[in-house]
């Protein structure tokens, strides 16, 4: 076995001088948790150009004990990507589209395309890659692959999983294990790829996808509602997903809070209503035809909603430029709670879709019950039951004092979605912030499955060790 200096010369060997750096500014972004929750160290930050090198740098660290963190953009919200020691790896350098495919709606890529661009080469041959979140201009596939990522359009397309026909990566003994298959069905056996996609790097690195492409839509509608109520959003979201169906692929609440603070704090942003509700909904359909099919079925579910009294006003953009302007109230949330608040904890849950308002309704109870003097910010993802449940100081609280509470709130949040069989991670992951919940939370049956599976791909735990699995 070669000692850890060694082994570290033999990575830079492996990846040669473009493959690697050490100097401490280059390391600090790779070990800095992007809201700066947490800080880590490493010994090199590594860049190979290709598979193969992957494979070489992992079978040294194997063969040296080394543990190693999969870096993709590095915009992950649970600290899966901060590393203790070893080395990082990035996959900026593997960045090729290998092949994209109209015939057979498939994009094949290597892990460290950013999203942006797999979303650009798709339209080019006339197709859409779906995925679709906050950071697309930066992130890349591997880190969506691995933390499963969910965004916008997962109500019609579904979570990052449900967008992958075959997959690529180093196992943690250095085997390269390619299953790129372009196959629509392959019942031979264990689903492998599913063991590595959501695992935040626990089992190996990513290093290329076969990626589901699907017909370019022709048309989008997008539409702003007012409600007296989340009980009302949700009404209005059964009577759309009744009668528009697929064609409904994104449906999204705000709080009032939530979109007061975007329109006191994001230049250029404005309430498209007249008036101020306690509830809000963003609405985007889409269609493959190039008519008014999608805006009339659209406006027509609105028109019986507010002659049902169901909700209170509606809009629908006009044209491109109203639609991102709309978008951008959504987008601009989180941006706009860092503006507005110093202090805010954050929740990513889910539960199912029938009791979204029933959960903000219960949570909002407790929570104020607790301390009166906060506010609550939830916004997400209605259509698939995952709201950003997050509580953000006054003004003239004490902002060290508030964050103290972070556990008290959890616990009321986390119980109350695990009351609903919902989940305490709905798209961010589990990292460090979520890993003690794990226990909590998860199946003890489940948790012994994850470990015995972590055990056997990975006997030295050099792969992201202590992520997602609490202590045992």
């Not at 094949?108 to 859409?128: H, P, T």
């Not at 909700?311 to 860092?338: C, F, H, K, M, T």
């Not at 939830?378 to 004490?398: L, R």
């Not at 199946?443 to 202590?471: C, E, F, H, W, Y």
């Amino acid at each position: 076995m070669s000692t850890q200096p060694e082994a570290l010369n033999r990575i830079r060997d492996a990846v040669g001088p473009k493959g690697w750096k050490d100097a401490p500014e280059d390391l600090q972004p790779h070990v800095t948790e992007l809201r700066g929750l947490w800080q880590g160290s490493c010994d090199l930050l590594v860049s190979p150009a290709s598979t193969e090198e992957t494979s070489q740098v992992v079978a040294i660290c194997a063969d040296a004990g080394l543990p190693i963190v999969a870096h993709g953009g590095n915009t992950g919200l649970v600290g899966a990507g901060v590393p203790n020691g070893g080395i990082v790896i990035s996959t900026h350098r593997m960045n090729r589209v290998r092949n994209v495919d109209p015939v057979d709606n498939t994009m094949s890529v290597d892990a460290g395309c950013i999203l942006a661009d797999l979303q650009n080469a798709a339209q080019e041959v006339d197709r859409l890659f779906p995925l679709s979140l906050g950071a697309e201009g930066s992130c890349r596939i591997g880190g969506n692959l691995s933390t499963n990522a969910g965004g916008v359009a997962v109500l019609r397309y579904g979570n990052t999983r449900d967008l992958v026909l075959g997959l690529e990566a180093v196992l943690p003994d250095g085997r390269i294990w390619n299953d790129m298959t372009r196959l629509r069905k392959d019942n031979t056996g264990y689903d492998l790829k599913h063991l590595f996609i959501g695992a935040e790097g626990t089992l190996g690195v990513i290093t290329g996808a076969v990626l589901k492409l699907f017909p370019r839509p022709r048309r989008k509608e997008v539409a702003f509602v007012g409600a007296a109520s989340a009980e009302a959003i949700l009404a209005l979201f059964t009577r759309a997903n009744t009668a528009l169906g697929d064609m409904v692929t994104a449906f999204e609440y705000f709080n009032q809070y939530s979109l007061q603070i975007v329109v006191d704090n994001i230049d250029d942003a404005s309430n498209p209503l007249s008036g101020i509700y306690p509830a809000y909904a963003l609405i985007e359909v889409s269609s493959l035809s190039d008519d008014n099919t999608a805006r009339e079925a659209l406006e027509n579910v609105l028109a019986n909603a507010l002659e049902d009294e169901v909700i209170v006003d509606a809009v629908v953009s006009q044209s491109e430029g109203q639609n991102a302007a709309i978008w951008r109230l959504r987008e601009g949330v989180p941006e706009a709670q860092g503006l507005q608040a110093k202090g805010s904890i954050k929740h990513d849950v889910s539960v199912p879709v029938s009791r979204v308002a029933e959960f903000l309704r219960e949570t909002n109870r407790q929570v104020l019950e607790e301390l009166s003097q906060v506010e609550i910010c939830a916004f997400g993802h209605m259509g698939d039951g995952n709201i950003h449940y997050n509580i953000n100081q006054t003004p003239d609280m004490d902002t060290d004092w508030f964050l103290s509470q972070w556990d008290v709130f959890k616990k009321i949040v986390h119980d109350q979605v695990t009351e609903m069989d919902g989940s305490v991670s709905a798209e961010h992951g589990i990292g460090l912030l979520k890993r003690k919940d794990m226990a909590m939370y998860k199946s003890p049956v489940a948790l012994d499955l994850m470990r015995t599976v972590k055990a056997a791909l990975d006997p030295q735990n050099i792969m992201n060790p202590g992520k997602i699995l609490p202590d045992a």
